[in-house]
């Protein structure tokens, strides 16, 4: 394969937030969820995730119960309302056309994230990433979400289990490419940036900024 691979890590790498927990202060905005309690466990867990202690699936049973609640026309309605309101006006021209940029190489690109597919599928749209790989909700026979994970969470060294399946469903793996970009700002992500010839702390953390100044490794910060 004559091509290089590029991963890319989305909260607070390719977007200036976190959109798993944005998505959450956005429902409590609509009146979902009952404000204090909604917002006390969202912070929470979103430490928990910071401090790299997060258990996904209890994360997933709570962050997905206001969906389960709702029509699948009222969830695709309020998820297109997010998007309009809440990520669209943070997309960076700095981020699409680092994105673009790989692109245009004929990179292989790939949105790589913890965040699950219904908040994120949209917005690898919007970034023009054809290949999404993040945490796959349950749905029962009539596509309702069930509140678990389908297989193998893209969360820490899962993600690197996740990029081997895709990879596998390419007809490729990772010995293919001559070089390998992974971007990411998060501790949580050292499996996978382990795994690249060419990773590249991105608007890190303080936790994975020492780990990449100790090994040498690019430091970009898109947005300063």
């Known amino acids: 394969m004559n091509r290089d691979l590029c991963l890319f890590d989305l909260d607070e790498t390719l977007l200036p937030l976190d959109s798993d927990h944005a998505w959450g202060e956005f429902i409590i905005r609509l009146g979902w969820v009952d404000e ?3 917002r006390r466990r969202n912070d929470e867990f979103f430490a928990q995730y910071q401090a ?5 699936h209890r994360y997933i049973d709570f962050a997905t119960a206001p969906l389960r609640a709702r029509t699948p026309a009222d ?14 006006p943070r997309l960076q021209p700095q981020a699409r056309a680092l994105v673009g940029e790989h692109q245009q190489r004929g990179d292989l690109v790939a949105l790589v994230t913890a965040t699950n597919d219904f908040v994120t599928t949209p917005i690898a ?4 990433i054809e290949h999404l790989i993040a945490v796959r909700l349950e749905r ?3 596509g309702t979400i069930t509140g678990r994970i389908r297989g193998v969470p893209s969360y ?5 289990a996740r990029v081997d399946e895709w990879l596998a469903g390419q007809g490729a793996s990772w010995r293919d490419f001559g070089r390998i970009s992974v971007y990411s ?9 382990e795994r690249a010839t060419d990773p590249v702390a991105t608007n890190p953390s303080p936790a994975l900024e020492a780990i ?13």
Request: aromatic share 8%; proline share 2%.
């Open 156 to 160: 820490r060294e899962g993600k690197v």
């Open 52 to 56: 790299g202690e997060l258990d996904i």
């Open 75 to 88: 969830a695709g309605a309020a998820h297109a309302r997010f998007m309009r309101e809440v990520i669209e």
């Open 140 to 142: 029962d026979a009539g």
């Open 212 to 224: 990449a100044r100790e090994r040498g490794w690019r430091i970009l910060n898109l947005f300063t």
């Open 36 to 38: 204090a309690e909604f």
């Open 125 to 128: 749209a919007a970034f023009g």
């Open 185 to 193: 700002d998060s501790l949580n992500d050292l499996p996978l940036l």
